[in-house]
């Protein structure tokens, strides 16, 4: 069994379908969206559509659920572009966008094999708003991780490609489809990488491996798409996109 992973596209198509299409080479069984869908890039109808005719199972995550509730972003961020460009996102889309989102799992339990198992989820398994990185130390991490236990263990939200042993356990990350980042961004403003990423499990009865890909972008068609949007964080997507 070969399961892509792939999480925080954030409204990136041209990333999107440069992952699709190397997933599409490499031949993987299903793909699977960790969360962080439409937000804060130009294009979250495309996105959204490319993964309802993928008929991707999805995860909600953080900005996800801000799409559900107009107020909910204010909690989590008071910067000005951020919550401008998650207002925008919502008006674009529409009603049935709006429904295809909230019917995202809030965590995704997985049998790969018979002795294999994956628990996916967005930022951790009691909070898509938790960051889980490769320096949390191992008594938080397993506050954080609430009891879970599965092979592997694999989210999101922190844009930081991730693949660490904890406890006999895989702990990934996939990195981001849309807005990988160089490191983390704690509320700061983060500098972009000039690719995206995405996680490939491969897992049979009693064995497993995790691979973290990162696949190149025409940084010429990102600026494209930055500059043809009126999202309002998007002047500062194209100034990362030089």
Partial sequence: MRTALISDLHGNHVSLKAVLDDI???GIDEVICLGDVA???????????????????????????FMLDDQLIRS?????????????CRDQLSADEIAFLSRFELKIPMQLGKNTSALLFHGSPRSH??????????DE???????????????????????????????????????PF????????????PHAEYAVIEADDD??????????????????????SDNPICRSLEQQYT
């Fill in 24 to 26: 599409d080479r490499t």
């Fill in 39 to 65: 937000t804060l890039g130009p294009r979250p109808s495309e996105v959204i559509s490319e993964l309802g005719e993928r008929g991707c199972r999805c995860i909600l995550g953080n900005h996800d659920a």
């Fill in 76 to 88: 989590y961020t008071e910067v000005p572009i951020v919550v401008d460009a998650v207002d925008w």
């Fill in 129 to 138: 708003m938790e960051d889980l990185l490769a320096t949390t130390p191992p």
């Fill in 141 to 179: 991490l397993d506050e954080a991780l609430a009891g879970s236990q599965a092979t592997v263990l694999a989210g999101g939200h922190t844009h930081i490609q991730m693949l660490r042993q904890h406890r006999g356990m895989l702990l990934v990350n996939p990195g981001s489809v849309g807005m």
């Fill in 182 to 193: 160089r490191q983390y961004a704690s509320g700061n403003a983060p500098q972009i990488l």
């Fill in 207 to 228: 064995n497993v491996s995790v691979t973290l890909r990162r696949v190149s972008v025409d940084k010429h068609r990102l600026r494209a798409e930055a500059a043809d």
